[in-house]
């Protein structure tokens, strides 16, 4: 939270702000006490299996933005970002929340995540879905449709053109597609390289999501989509039929580093891996780290020792490969997310096989027409020979998101 500026609050006034949130949580739980530990909805890994539920139920697509995932909480003395240590942020200056008739929020809290939009090269956040509006936890039992209009009415909608709200955080609702869009999102990801040459990752492809918004450009980095079931209420922690779907190279683990000395500290240093299991953190393997990195962590032990780190499974080179600290979290991913994301590297479900699978073979190839159909009416038709065209099904079905990398944004534009 420190790249956005905002401060935690201290243990001595969290305290009563802490047990309010949670209140909010039991009372959607209907549960006879209140929540010790982050409660907001988790996603499974997409696999296979649940393609019939997909295209059978009402789903509704999100991009998955690589942000940080916080909920908003408003209450009369400020708001605040709460993150997945339960640890609160006073958002400042006040970003003025109001309801349509003027008032301010009070007990209202939103999920969501903090995004660096790259656009405008600053933060904002984008909620996606309500647990509570002005204390009222009964929204949390609405389909999601009615949620997310709950959010436009209420909350984003009354503070889009106040004066008062320039120069704060902003503060939007994400962008949200039918299941027979999934072309249309897929042709607003694309994908480039970091070039880095001290990248983890060797280089590996990044994905871009873009999308010139009614209410202002967004830009921002992406790893997945999220599958979220229309018919189902806010559901608590993990929820098996809401579903991420993440490029093969963005399957991810959080494990907790364990860093051992060998005989000369200067040069061997051992590093383990661990998840949490039903008796507590489990002992991985070890993990063949790059020895620079390792000698890195070991010369700053007290910040690496017992760390949660994000990992991807490298296929090729048969080994975990380290991409980036998780500062938000204080506890491992559970066994069974190690292995649903060994279950989806396997898989190695492509972007052509969801788009059949969950589209439709034919619908999707109607859905991309419609989209030529519309570009053509409105004058923005491709020229013959563009390299990306969003519209084609051959390019769509073939094409790795796509060939060039993300459009800069002029000026004017911003």
Same mark, same amino acid.
């Given at each position: 939270?420190?790249?956005?500026?905002?401060?935690?609050?201290?243990?001595?006034?969290?305290?009563?702000?802490?047990?309010?949130?949670?209140?909010?949580?039991?009372?959607?739980?209907?549960?006879?006490?209140?929540?010790?530990?982050?409660?907001?909805?988790?996603?499974?890994?997409?696999?296979?299996?649940?393609?019939?539920?997909?295209?059978?139920?009402?789903?509704?697509?999100?991009?998955?933005? /690589?942000?940080?995932?916080?909920?908003?909480?408003?209450?009369?003395?400020?708001?605040?970002?709460?993150?997945?240590?339960?640890?609160?942020?006073?958002?400042?200056?006040?970003?003025?929340?109001?309801?349509?008739?003027?008032?301010?929020?009070?007990?209202?809290?939103?999920?969501?995540?903090?995004?660096?939009? !790259?656009?405008?090269?600053?933060?904002?956040?984008?909620?996606?879905?309500?647990?509570?509006?002005?204390?009222?936890?009964?929204?949390?039992?609405?389909?999601?449709?009615?949620?997310?209009?709950?959010?436009?009415?209420?909350?984003?909608?009354?503070?889009?053109?106040?004066?008062?709200?320039?120069?704060?955080?902003?503060?939007?609702?994400?962008?949200?597609?039918?299941?027979?869009?999934?072309?249309?999102?897929?042709?607003?990801?694309?994908?480039?390289?970091?070039?880095?040459?001290?990248?983890?990752?060797?280089?590996?492809?990044?994905?871009?999501?873009?999308?010139?918004?009614?209410?202002?450009?967004?830009?921002?980095?992406?790893?997945?989509?999220?599958?979220?079931?229309?018919?189902?209420?806010?559901?608590?922690?993990?929820? =098996?039929?809401?579903?991420?779907?993440?490029?093969?190279?963005?399957?991810?683990?959080?494990?907790?580093?364990?860093?051992?000395?060998?005989?000369?500290?200067?040069?061997?240093?051992?590093?383990?891996?661990?998840?949490?299991? /039903?008796?507590?953190?489990?002992?991985?393997?070890?993990?063949?780290?790059?020895?620079?990195?390792?000698?890195?962590?070991?010369?700053?032990?007290?910040?690496?020792?017992?760390?949660?780190? !994000?990992?991807?499974? /490298?296929?090729?080179?048969?080994?975990?490969?380290?991409?980036?600290?998780?500062?938000?979290? !204080?506890?491992?991913?559970?066994?069974?997310?190690?292995?649903?994301?060994?279950? =989806?590297?396997?898989?190695?479900?492509?972007?052509? !096989?969801?788009?059949?699978?969950?589209?439709?073979?034919?619908?999707?190839?109607?859905?991309?027409?419609?989209?030529?159909?519309?570009?053509?009416?409105?004058?923005?038709?491709?020229?013959?020979?563009?390299?990306?065209?969003?519209?084609?099904?051959?390019?769509?079905?073939?094409?790795?998101?796509?060939?060039?990398?993300?459009?800069?944004?002029?000026? =004017?534009?911003?």
């Amino acid at each position: 939270m420190a790249e956005a500026g905002y401060v935690r609050l201290p243990p001595a006034e969290k305290g009563q702000l802490l047990v309010r949130l949670q209140s909010l949580f039991q009372r959607v739980a209907r549960a006879s006490e209140p929540p010790r530990s982050f409660a907001g909805s988790m996603p499974v890994t997409l696999s296979r299996r649940h393609f019939s539920m997909v295209r059978d139920c009402d789903y509704l697509l999100l991009e998955k933005s /690589d942000g940080v995932r916080y909920l908003l909480f408003a209450t009369e003395l400020g708001v605040l970002l709460v993150d997945r240590r339960l640890d609160l942020f006073a958002v400042t200056p006040y970003p003025v929340l109001m309801m349509p008739d003027g008032s301010l929020h009070q007990d209202t809290l939103l999920d969501g995540e903090l995004v660096y939009n !790259e656009c405008i090269e600053r933060f904002e956040y984008l909620a996606y879905d309500v647990i509570a509006i002005q204390g009222d936890t009964g929204i949390a039992y609405q389909s999601y449709r009615v949620r997310l209009d709950a959010i436009e009415r209420y909350v984003t909608g009354p503070r889009a053109l106040h004066p008062a709200t320039a120069g704060c955080l902003r503060v939007r609702r994400k962008d949200v597609y039918e299941k027979a869009e999934l072309p249309l999102l897929f042709s607003r990801i694309y994908q480039g390289r970091s070039g880095k040459a001290d990248d983890p990752q060797g280089g590996a492809p990044t994905y871009t999501y873009r999308h010139l918004r009614s209410d202002g450009v967004f830009q921002s980095g992406n790893d997945g989509i999220i599958f979220t079931p229309v018919g189902l209420p806010y559901t608590l922690r993990t929820c =098996a039929a809401l579903l991420k779907y993440k490029y093969p190279t963005h399957n991810t683990v959080d494990f907790i580093l364990w860093l051992q000395a060998g005989n000369d500290p200067a040069n061997d240093v051992r590093a383990f891996l661990g998840y949490r299991g /039903d008796n507590g953190v489990v002992r991985y393997r070890e993990v063949y780290f790059p020895s620079r990195l390792k000698r890195e962590w070991f010369a700053d032990y007290a910040r690496w020792h017992e760390a949660v780190i !994000e990992c991807t499974y /490298d296929r090729l080179a048969g080994e975990w490969r380290f991409l980036r600290p998780r500062l938000d979290k !204080e506890s491992p991913n559970y066994a069974s997310v190690v292995i649903d994301c060994l279950e =989806a590297i396997a898989e190695n479900v492509t972007r052509a !096989e969801l788009l059949e699978r969950v589209c439709g073979l034919e619908e999707a190839r109607q859905r991309c027409r419609a989209l030529l159909q519309t570009k053509t009416a409105t004058g923005n038709a491709l020229q013959p020979g563009d390299l990306f065209d969003e519209s084609d099904w051959e390019y769509l079905r073939t094409t790795p998101i796509s060939l060039l990398p993300p459009p800069r944004v002029s000026d =004017a534009v911003r």
